[in-house]
C-alpha cells in the first residue's frame, strides 16, 4: 500500500529545516561573524537555559531562536541576546531563499487579516491557563519539581503500543469550548466568504488554528508541556529540539471528511486529542515506524494497533509511525492535532549516512547485515580450524 505524507499545503514548515551543523567550536570573541562562516555545534549544550525572544518581531519564529540557541558556540552562549539573535538570524537567512522567504510574508498578512476581522469567542483560550485546559492529572505531572518531572510525567501515560504513547490530557469543558470556537470562525468564513487555508492536502474540512490566533497558545502547549513528554519518549527524532508546528482541528462525519487514507506525517512527533463528539468509528490504526527509504515496505504483525478515540484523551507518536483513520460511521468527530517539527533534527538526519534508529526496516537490515556478518566469521573459523586439523 503506497503511504501519502499528509503536509501543510500553505507554506513550507514554519522554519527553515536547514541550518549548518558542526562539532567545531566558535568565533573569538564572542562577537557574530560578518562573513561566511556561521557555524553551530552539532550537539546541543543540554544545560544551557536558552533566552526568550517572544518580544522581538522577527522573520522566523520565536521558538526556533530558543531551539537553536543551546547549539551555538560555547563563547557565543553568554553574549548579548541581540548578538545572538543576529548571528542565528543571519544562519538562518543563508538557508532559506528569497521564495521561502516572500511565501513566509504573505501568509504572516493572510493571518494579519484574519486576526485583524475575527472576533473570537472565547478570549481566554487565547493565552494557556493549566487549570482551566487540563485534567488534574496532567496538570499535576508538570507542576513537580524539576528534579522529578520525568518521573511524574512517565507516571500518567501509558504505551498501549511500542511507540504509541496515551494520556488524559484535556478538560470537557475547554473541548466544549475548543469546539464553540471552531464553529464560531466556520460562522465568520461563510458569512465574509473569506477564503481561507484547510489544514493540510489530505484533510479538506477542519481549521488551522494557528491562522486565527491561537498560535501563541500552541506554542506555550509545545514548549512547555509536548517538548518534556517528546524529550523523554522521542529523543531520537529531535524531541528535545522541537521548534516549530503546525496546529488544526480536523472534522470527520457524513458531511465531512469520512476517513483518513495511510500515511505519514509532516512532523517529528504528532499529538493528537479527540475533542468530540457524539461519533462511531474513526478508529486510527497504525502500521509501524518507517524512514523515507522504507515508507512503502510490508507491515509486520507485530506493528499492528488500534486505537479507539476518547474524548479528552490524547495520542502521541513519531510523525513517520504509519497510520491512517478508519470511516466514522455516524455522528462527527473532531480532533485537535499539532504537528510537531525540529529544524536541527530535520539537517542531522541529512547526515545521516545508513540507519535510522527509529525505523523498524533499518534496524530489521541492520540485524540482518549483522546476522550475516557473523555467520560468514563462523564459516571461516570453522575452516581456519579444518585446515589446522589436516
Known amino acids: 500500500m503506497a503511504v501519502d505524507r499528509g503536509s501543510d499545503p500553505s507554506l513550507p514548515p514554519s522554519s527553515p529545516a536547514n541550518v549548518t551543523v558542526t562539532n567545531g567550536g566558535g568565533h573569538g570573541g564572542g562577537l557574530a561573524p560578518s562573513n561566511a562562516n556561521y557555524r553551530l555545534r552539532l550537539n546541543p549544550n543540554q544545560d544551557h ?53 516572500t511565501r513566509e510574508q504573505k501568509h504572516k498578512e493572510y493571518r494579519q487579516k484574519i486576526v485583524s476581522n475575527y ?24 507542576s513537580a519539581l524539576e528534579k522529578n518531572k520525568d518521573e511524574s510525567i512517565k507516571s500518567i501515560i501509558n504505551e498501549p503500543a511500542p511507540g504509541v504513547y496515551t494520556f488524559d490530557m484535556l478538560q470537557p469543558r475547554f473541548c466544549e469550548m475548543l469546539l464553540s470556537e471552531v464553529e464560531n470562525f466556520e460562522k465568520w468564513v461563510h458569512e465574509t466568504k473569506f477564503r481561507i487555508m484547510r489544514p493540510n492536502t489530505m484533510n479538506k474540512f477542519g481549521v488551522v488554528l494557528d491562522d486565527f490566533g491561537m498560535q501563541g497558545t500552541l506554542d506555550k502547549l509545545m514548549e512547555d508541556f509536548i517538548r518534556h513528554i517528546s524529550k523523554i519518549y522521542f529523543p531520537d527524532v529531535g524531541g528535545f529540539s522541537l521548534d516549530s508546528h503546525h496546529g488544526f482541528v480536523v472534522e470527520y462525519g457524513m458531511d465531512r471528511d469520512v476517513e483518513l487514507g495511510f500515511h505519514v506525517d509532516d512532523s517529528e512527533v504528532t499529538l493528537n486529542v479527540c475533542l468530540g463528539k457524539q461519533f462511531s468509528g474513526g478508529e486510527l490504526f497504525f502500521r509501524g515506524l518507517r524512514c523515507e527509504k522504507h515508507v512503502n515496505t510490508e507491515t509486520h504483525p507485530e506493528e499492528i494497533f488500534d486505537y479507539s478515540h476518547v474524548p479528552g484523551r490524547a495520542i502521541i507518536h513519531r510523525g513517520r509511525h504509519r497510520h491512517g483513520a478508519r470511516a466514522t460511521t455516524s455522528g462527527h468527530r473532531i480532533n485537535l492535532l499539532l504537528w510537531c517539527r525540529s529544524s536541527v533534527f530535520r539537517e542531522l538526519k541529512k547526515h545521516k549516512k545508513e540507519f535510522l534508529s527509529f525505523c523498524g526496516e533499518c534496524q530489521r537490515e541492520k540485524k540482518g547485515r549483522l546476522f550475516h556478518s557473523v555467520a560468514a566469521r563462523k564459516k571461516e573459523l570453522l575452516v581456519d580450524e579444518g585446515e589446522v586439523a589436516l
Open 119 to 142: 472576533q473570537p469567542l472565547y478570549r481566554e483560550l487565547y493565552t494557556i491557563n493549566s487549570s482551566m485546559f487540563f485534567v488534574p492529572s496532567f496538570a499535576r505531572a508538570f
Open 49 to 101: 537555559r536558552a533566552d526568550n525572544y517572544d518580544d522581538l518581531g522577527m522573520e522566523f519564529t520565536p521558538l526556533l531562536f530558543s531551539s537553536l540557541e543551546r547549539y551555538l558556540p560555547p563563547n557565543l552562549l553568554d553574549v548579548p541576546r541581540d548578538t545572538k539573535y543576529k548571528y542565528m538570524r543571519d544562519i538562518l537567512r543563508r538557508y532559506s531563499t528569497e521564495g521561502d522567504r
